[in-house]
């Protein structure tokens, strides 16, 4: 019998080898056919540009976001403000850098809160199945009946306007997202040789879950994850947009755009220019995501 046992866990011992190096053979072909879309690697650098700006955003902005200078209100891009100011006078490109800072925490942590959340659900439901299955799916299913901008906007309404709220308003919206994506890759890895070998050997639930499953959706979850930044910039822009996110004078982008559009006819770079910076910032995000996503799909491979 025991000899029996260490033929067993030898053979385990092979096939996460083997799995290893698939797995690290598959992440150098993803590179491989990521860096053939160029459009995902030039968005990919913008973003890389905009977190090294929200990073050292003290050091690279001009003005302090938060002075008022009437005398300067509503000054139009120029030699002294490259982004002009707004209706108190603070410069526009200071507190689009210092937004940044803003923007990015709340799309990264939104996605970390229903990432986390989201993938241990859906190893749970996917890996035991019954009824743990089923109410875990029917509570994303009641989720998933709201819009995601009204759910953010129930759960912002019970907890107060906020951005530490908002992030967890937008990832509370985006947490069936990965749920559901995790639990059918468990439900097909959890058949596969390696993981039946590890039960015959007498692997614990937690480490066959952690150690075999977990590596396996991580590859679809970081596509997801970096599509859902994008979203959750957007999201929280809105809700800041509709006053329930950030507060003045805080310098968030879609606070911006909202505090500017009373001037647009006569300033409209005050509302303009943030807005260009929160769909270009969102186009980068999505554009990455699909160049992930073609080149983690192996159907979708040219």
Same mark, same amino acid.
């Given at each position: 019998m025991t000899q029996k046992m260490a033929v067993h866990e030898a053979q385990i011992a092979r096939d996460v080898s083997e799995t290893s190096v698939k797995r690290e053979g598959?992440?150098? /072909?993803?590179?491989?056919?990521?860096? +053939?879309? +160029? %459009? @995902?690697?030039? !968005?990919?650098?913008?973003?890389? *540009?905009?977190?090294?700006?929200? *990073?050292?955003? &003290?050091?690279i902005a001009p003005y302090d976001p938060l002075a008022i200078s009437p005398i300067d209100t509503l000054e139009p891009p120029g030699k002294k403000y490259l982004l002009g100011t707004d209706h108190l006078g603070r410069?526009?490109?200071?507190? /689009?850098?210092?937004? @940044?800072?803003? !923007? /990015?925490?709340? $799309?990264?942590? %939104?996605?970390?809160i229903a990432g986390i959340v989201g993938v241990l659900l859906g190893l749970l439901a996917g890996y035991y199945g019954g009824w743990l299955d089923s109410i875990i799916m029917r509570f994303m299913d009641i989720l998933l009946a709201f819009p995601g901008i009204l759910l953010a906007l129930g759960v912002v309404a019970v907890l107060g306007p906020g951005i530490t709220n908002v992030m967890i308003a937008v990832g509370v919206s985006s947490i069936p997202t990965f749920t559901r994506l995790v639990r059918g890759s468990v439900l097909a890895i959890k058949e596969m040789e390696h993981i039946q070998a590890a039960r015959i050997v007498g692997c614990g639930h937690t480490r066959i879950i952690f150690l075999?499953?977990? &590596?396996?959706?991580? @590859? &679809? %979850?970081?596509?997801?994850?970096?599509? $859902?930044i994008a979203g959750a910039i /957007?999201? $929280?822009a809105g809700l800041s947009f509709l006053g329930v996110g950030a507060q003045p004078p805080i310098p968030e982008w879609g606070l911006m755009v909202n505090e500017g559009r009373r001037y647009l006819r006569i300033a409209w770079w005050v509302t303009t220019i943030p807005g260009i910076v929160i769909m270009a910032t969102v186009l980068a995000a999505n554009i990455l995501g699909d160049g992930l996503r073609d080149a983690i799909d192996p159907r979708l491979r040219m």
């Open positions: 598959q992440f150098y /072909l993803i590179w491989r056919q990521l860096r +053939k879309k +160029k %459009s @995902a690697i030039v !968005s990919g650098i913008i973003l890389l *540009i905009l977190i090294v700006v929200a *990073i050292f955003a &003290p050091h410069d526009i490109l200071s507190r /689009l850098i210092f937004g @940044a800072r803003i !923007s /990015l925490r709340l $799309g990264i942590m %939104s996605v970390g075999h499953i977990l &590596p396996n959706v991580i @590859a &679809p %979850s970081i596509v997801v994850a970096t599509l $859902g /957007l999201a $929280g």
